[in-house]
């Protein structure tokens, strides 16, 4: 069953996106043989294109006016028709003696996001934004206060990556040169209400150039409150990125309160989802935990959460919380946290405490986009 319209399950429209004046076409909202196909109708030749994505997506350059591999004319019309600017850099802000590194957008339309890149001795991760502003309205989550103005295109949410990417490779970032390993959706949005364009830049990130930017699927997390028919539609898509399921609640009674959806899509629901997702990817699923003191840290919940995940491929991922402004909530105390920690690992469940980079520099969920506006 679906509505006629949207093509959508019945309900879906609820998380339907407003409509704003759509972003100029650009050359990463196109599959290969779509930039092929656009390239042809300009009259231009096919394989320019390619060459076109060599650059762009393989040497990391977009100076169009150095591609020595295209004739000078060719190259301008190019970067008019195919590479229009889509972020504009408002504000962007480092700590951790500048490996944290988060930045500010603006979109053609005035809509503000953000995205940060964290380097690790071993990995650079880039935590991508997938909507502007947020539907979900999780009462803890910054992004969850402004509401959402509007799904991002594809190439929207590839050239944060992007960003990212030419920076290290021209050695802006603190460390020296270097390429981005990983991606989290984990800035504003909620990626499985964006699906489409969310997939097509995962397709995007993980083809090899000309295609795409060579990632590993692996290094891939998409982050979500837990839509199950789009859970259950991604197992599909044969991407094995990893699943990151933000629970915040072993209850129905609280995570209704905590992550709203769950009215509609309660805890057991959507983890036999997860569960599936694990069956069919082979990947270990994420479950994202967020530490409020005296809402969700209590023992019992511990070992309730420990029943839910026990004998599963699972990795549960502690966050202490992040104080939005004006919230009563606050980070669990450091016992509270700790026993929480002791009772899952007892348990046999692999768990880890997310470390707390960026926070100085409002680095966590949405919080500096949010002052933005
Ligand atoms: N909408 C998606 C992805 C964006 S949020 C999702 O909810 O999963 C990324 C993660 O940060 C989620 O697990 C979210 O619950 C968590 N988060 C949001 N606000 C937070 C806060 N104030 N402190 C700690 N974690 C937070």
Redesign the pocket.
Known sequence: MSDSKSGLPPGELLFEAPKRGKPPRHLMDMAPKERRAAFVELGLPAFRADQVSRQWLGRLSDAPSTWSDLPAQMREQVAKMFLPQLLTPVRSIDCDGGTTVKSVWRLHDGAVIESVLMRYPERVTMCIS?QAG?G?N?P?????QVGLTRNLSTAEIVEQVLEGARALDRGLIAGGPGRVSNVV???????MANYGAVVEAVRRLVSSAPAGLGLSARGITV???GLVPRIKQLATEGLPVTL???L?APDDELRDTL?PVNTRWPVAEVLNAAWEYADQTHRRISI?Y?LIRDINDQAWRAELLADLLATHLVHVNL??????PGSIWTASRPADEDEFVRILRDRGLAVTVRGTRGREIDG???QLAAATN
């Open positions: 997938s947020c979900m999780c803890f989550c910054a992004t969850g959706f984990m800035g504003m949005g909620e990626p982050s979500t409150v990151a399921l933000s915040h992550v994202e967020a966050i202490p919380l992040n104080p939005t966590a969920c949405g």
